[in-house]
């Protein structure tokens, strides 16, 4: 199986920053695509930023600007840089990865649990 732990959510002031990290453990051969989603109460889930293995990143309109995703992936970890951040970013935020856990497995997206981040005005 493939993990996925997030970390780094919280409570902030509007304005200001947050870092998030997610870590894919357990068998993995290779990873392609990781993401970021998020939902807030009552609303869909929207994917808010995906990258690449090459590191190409693309973001939700909302985001743009404000956010950054990265990865690392020798360590298998994948990273959301979230500044000026708005009450309307309040969300539960979790990561994905497109895995294999062999050679011959294909393509299989996993979930982390997500990390909450609240936005006060």
């Known amino acids: 199986q493939v993990q996925l732990v997030e970390s780094g959510g919280g409570l902030v002031q509007a304005g200001g920053s947050l870092r998030l990290s997610c870590a894919a453990s357990?068998?993995?051969?290779?990873?392609?695509?990781m993401d970021w989603y998020r939902q807030a109460p009552g609303r869909q889930g929207v994917l808010v930023a995906t990258i690449t293995s090459g590191g190409s990143a693309n973001y939700a309109d909302s985001v743009k600007g404000r956010f950054t995703i990265s990865r690392d992936n020798a360590k298998n970890m994948v990273y959301l840089q979230m500044n000026s951040l708005k009450p309307e970013d309040t969300a539960v935020y979790s990561c994905?990865?497109?895995?294999?856990?062999?050679?011959?497995?294909?393509?299989?997206?996993?979930w982390g649990q997500g990390t909450q981040v609240t936005v006060s005005s």
């Open positions: 357990g068998s993995i051969f290779s990873i392609n695509a």
């Open positions: 994905t990865a497109e895995a294999k856990r062999t050679r011959w497995d294909s393509l299989t997206r996993y």
